[in-house]
């Protein structure tokens, strides 16, 4: 009898270990509907002067995509918004933060630009998360930081709508 209690329960153990390997590999890896490795359309609410007023602040390096600023507001280097690797703050349609790289660089995103508030539609392939990051919409605002994950990727095929 107690032999079947101890493999019951290393059974019991093997199965936990795995099946919460399992979950963590196929959960773990989304961020408010963006899965790591993926791509997705992403419909950005933008003005003009978003190129050169958004900024974010990390020391989170993926794929060499990085923020303008160190964790400690320090300016990471002379960088300028058509950098590829240059990580940008930028809002969805739908409210969903994200940290973008290469928008200013696709064909639809040269002057002149709509004036006011505007929409693009882009491909998004994500690379990566970081939950240490700070944000800044305007060049002389201070960053504020962010609480709870934030995808970091690419943006590529912006169109407007």
């Known amino acids: 009898m107690t032999s079947f209690v101890w493999l019951f329960a290393i059974g019991f153990g093997v199965w936990l270990v795995t099946a919460g390997k399992h979950y963590r590999e196929q959960y773990t890896q989304y961020v408010?509907?963006?899965?790591?490795?993926?791509?997705?359309?992403?419909?950005?609410?933008?003005?003009?002067?978003?190129?050169?007023?958004?900024?974010?602040?990390?020391?989170?390096?993926?794929e060499g995509l990085h923020c303008s600023h160190h964790a400690d507001s320090r300016e990471a280097g002379p960088l300028t918004p058509v950098d590829p690797q240059l990580l940008q703050p930028y809002?969805?349609?739908?409210?969903?933060?994200?940290?973008?790289?290469?928008?200013?660089?696709t064909p639809a995103m040269k002057p002149p630009l709509p004036?006011?508030?505007?929409?693009?539609?882009?491909?998004?392939?994500?690379?990566?998360?970081?939950?240490?990051?700070?944000?800044?919409?305007?060049?002389?605002?201070?960053?504020?930081?962010?609480?709870?994950?934030?995808?970091?990727?690419?943006?590529?095929?912006?169109?407007?709508p």
């Open 32 to 62: 408010d509907g963006f899965r790591l490795g993926s791509t997705r359309m992403v419909e950005l609410t933008l003005v003009a002067s978003d190129q050169q007023g958004l900024g974010c602040a990390s020391d989170t390096v993926v």
């Open 115 to 160: 004036g006011g508030r505007f929409t693009v539609v882009c491909n998004y392939h994500v690379v990566g998360v970081t939950k240490a990051v700070a944000i800044r919409f305007a060049p002389t605002s201070a960053f504020g930081q962010v609480g709870g994950l934030v995808p970091m990727g690419t943006l590529s095929d912006c169109v407007f």
């Open 91 to 105: 809002y969805t349609t739908s409210k969903e933060l994200l940290l973008g790289a290469g928008l200013w660089l």
